[in-house]
């Protein structure tokens, strides 16, 4: 069956440390995968986009890792902020057009 | 330009009534998603509408079903309502230009809060 797993459902990390989260899927053929964020009471945002013939993508603070071999995207922020705490969802677009999401992973930055 | 807007943002409905929900996507863009987001089940499509069609569908049952207006704004509608269908309902809009190319970015209103009883 078709899944996608994010690493684990909260991480807690120290600020200015490295966060990475981590998203893997079974039986999909994705175009691309994406990571979002979302808020509590809010719709999520976009953030970064990867295609399957790429191996890393950067915005500012974010980078991200996509391996097809693996199955696997990583979601990497440096020098964490305490205003970073949210959840992360990671989603593909197979194929067929239509958007997959994972459950997200929480995260919290501590002061 | 204004976002994505959802309305209701809060519905309480009773089991076995139908509800409808509406979104006005961004000015210019033409491609409206569907999603149902539980704790359990994450974020799980349930369609998309282009142009006043319907070009992908997620595996919901019969009772849930929408539709697009030539202004883009698009409505979702859950008939016989069951508890299960508590969650919170998010509309996403996409620029798909006028191929309809399937886009790659989505921007998501707030979503509306569904609770039945």
């Known amino acids: 069956s078709q899944k996608i797993e994010q690493n684990s459902e909260a991480l807690n990390i120290q600020e200015g440390k490295t966060a990475t989260l981590t998203c893997n899927y079974t039986?999909?053929?994705?175009?691309?995968l994406q990571w979002y964020r979302q808020d509590p009471g809010r719709g999520p945002v976009f953030l970064l986009l990867i295609r399957e013939n790429e191996k890393e993508k950067r915005k500012e603070r974010l980078k991200v890792t996509f391996d097809t071999t693996l199955k696997q995207s990583l979601f990497h922020i440096t020098a964490s902020q305490p205003a970073d705490s949210a959840t992360y969802l990671c989603a593909l677009r197979n194929t067929g057009n239509q958007f997959y999401f994972g459950t997200g992973t929480s995260l919290t930055v501590i002061p | 330009k204004a976002g994505v807007t959802q309305t209701p943002r809060y519905l309480i409905k009773t089991r076995g009534q139908q509800v409808t929900l509406s979104c006005s996507p961004i000015s210019g863009h033409r491609s409206v998603s569907w999603y149902q987001q539980t704790p359990g089940q994450g974020l799980q499509f349930l369609f998309e509408y282009f142009s006043e069609t319907q070009r992908n569908k997620g595996n919901f049952p019969g009772r849930f079903s929408g539709r697009q207006f030539s202004n883009s704004r698009s409505e979702m509608n859950v008939s016989t309502l069951e508890l299960g269908d508590s969650a919170l309902y998010l509309c996403?809009?996409?620029?798909?230009?006028?191929?309809?190319?399937?886009?790659?970015?989505?921007?998501f209103g707030p979503g509306t809060r569904l609770t039945v009883l």
């Open positions: 996403a809009s996409s620029f798909s230009g006028t191929s309809g190319r399937y886009p790659d970015t989505q921007y």
């Open positions: 039986n999909y053929s994705p175009a691309y």
